[in-house]
């Protein structure tokens, strides 16, 4: 199984400000999806990217996905409260329908 | 509206005491499958189901059953209950892929269970 590993482990930031999250694979991704996590709530998905190179936004929430298809990032530019939370990416293992889960980006947005 | 929902969302049991975590989704989704979340490790996938009838492991098996004799309902079935088995549990549930189709996975909200 493919090890999925995700820096930093913990991001403490003041409102405002800007930061990215990364998610570093072994071997070629097929395709990546990004989840967020919720205390109490089980992970919901943000974005899937599939194509080397590709990026997507989703508001203040850029996805970009490695032109090698190993590695991606995630960019939040000014960073709300609201976006505090578990941050993990997930590789979708086609066919099984599987996802193998990164240990996560554990986000903290302080007023 | 469209979820997964799992009972109970927590549990404290003993070693040794059978116990089912129930998961139902009303989207008439054919893939099901159920995950555990521990500190550090994100969630490692159990089992999963693709269709009734039709089980298989996951990375992490030992020590779990399930069933899947509707298409809504995926019980897990802890048989023996040990410590090492205390954890966040989630189901998930999504449309069978076709091809290269990604489809979404939608998670329940969680059932953390404790083994004393």
């Known amino acids: 199984t493919q090890l999925l590993e995700q820096s930093p482990q913990f991001l403490s930031i003041q409102e405002g400000e800007n930061l990215t999250v990364y998610c570093n694979s072994s071997s070629v991704f097929s395709s990546l999806q990004w989840y967020r996590q919720e205390p109490g709530e089980g992970p919901v998905l943000l974005v899937t990217?599939?194509?080397?190179?590709e990026v997507k936004k989703l508001k203040r929430l850029t996805f970009q996905f490695g032109d090698a298809r190993k590695d991606s990032s995630l960019h939040i530019t000014a960073a709300q409260p609201g976006d505090t939370g578990l941050y993990l990416c997930?590789?979708?293992?086609?066919?099984?329908?599987?996802?193998?889960f990164g240990q996560g980006t554990r986000l903290t947005i302080n007023p | 509206e469209a979820q997964v929902t799992q009972n109970p969302r927590y549990l404290i049991t003993v070693t040794g005491k059978k116990l089912t975590v129930t998961c139902s989704q009303n989207m008439n989704h054919e893939y099901m499958s159920w995950y555990r979340q521990d500190p550090g490790l994100g969630l490692r996938q159990i089992y999963y189901?693709?269709?009734?009838?039709?089980?298989d492991k996951g990375d992490v098996p030992e020590g779990y059953k399930v069933s899947r004799k509707e298409k809504r309902n995926f019980p897990l079935i802890l048989e023996s209950p040990s410590p090492n088995q205390t954890s966040l549990y989630f189901c998930?549930?999504?449309?069978?892929?076709?091809?290269?189709?990604?489809?979404?996975?939608?998670f329940g909200p969680g059932t953390r269970l404790t083994v004393l």
């Open positions: 997930a590789e979708l293992i086609q066919g099984a329908q599987k996802l193998v």
């Open positions: 990217v599939v194509t080397g190179g």
């Open positions: 998930a549930s999504s449309l069978r892929p076709r091809g290269t189709r990604t489809d979404t996975q939608y």
């Open positions: 189901s693709m269709n009734v009838e039709v089980t």
